[in-house]
């Protein structure tokens, strides 16, 4: 797993070891990337269920601004600071803006104050968090934003939630990444 473009390009990512996490494939990852190409630079991200912390990663070697990056397991957590340092060698200002949380997602979203300009949400599939995650999110969103929700090819995703419309579902395999957008006739801009 690699950073496909950016000031870090070509960095190797380092994935979790064992089954509990599942690392966004290349295609899908490059499939996101594309949709949000000239989305990114200056936002502020989040990435949920981070894992290995590779779409943050991306997004800031694509110059957001800053990315927060929440999972529960100690052992994600390690290796996402361990990227960071890695991605940081090829680009110092990288760090500059970041935060490693070591705690549930779900729990994260229900205290959280900041506001985001781009979601990335990529829960263990089969598991009803991901819709969940899209409900708390939400209310953290800028207006303008992006939520990308990856799930597998059986969870079934709303059309709508609060201010966000689901904008286009892409099909990677058993993937299916839903992308909601600000919904401009929503009165709240």
């Known amino acids: 797993m690699r950073i496909i473009t950016g ?3 070509g960095c190797v990512l380092e994935t979790l070891q064992g089954d509990e996490t599942r690392p966004t494939t290349s295609k899908t990852k490059e499939g996101i990337f594309s949709a949000l190409q000239f989305e990114i630079e ?41 990227n960071l ?47 969940k995650a899209l409900e708390l999110v939400e209310p953290c969103m800028n207006i303008g934003g992006v939520i990308v929700c990856e799930t597998d090819d059986k969870t079934e995703m709303p059309e709508k939630q609060g201010d966000f419309d689901l904008f286009k579902v892409y099909k990677y395999g058993k993937t299916r990444v839903y992308i909601y957008r600000w919904a401009s006739g929503s009165g709240n801009e």
């Open 85 to 131: 340092n890695s991605v940081s060698h090829r680009d110092r200002s990288i760090p500059k803006n970041v935060q490693i949380i070591n705690t549930d997602a779900l729990s994260y979203l229900a205290r959280a104050r900041d506001r985001y300009d781009i979601a990335f949400i990529d829960p263990p599939y089969s598991t009803g968090l991901a819709i």
């Open 42 to 82: 200056g936002r502020q991200v989040i990435d949920l269920f981070a894992g290995s912390g590779q779409m943050g990663l991306e997004a800031l070697s694509r110059g957001a601004s800053g990315c927060v990056f929440v999972d529960n397991n100690p052992d994600a957590v390690a290796v996402i600071k361990r």
């Open 7 to 9: 000031t870090a390009r």
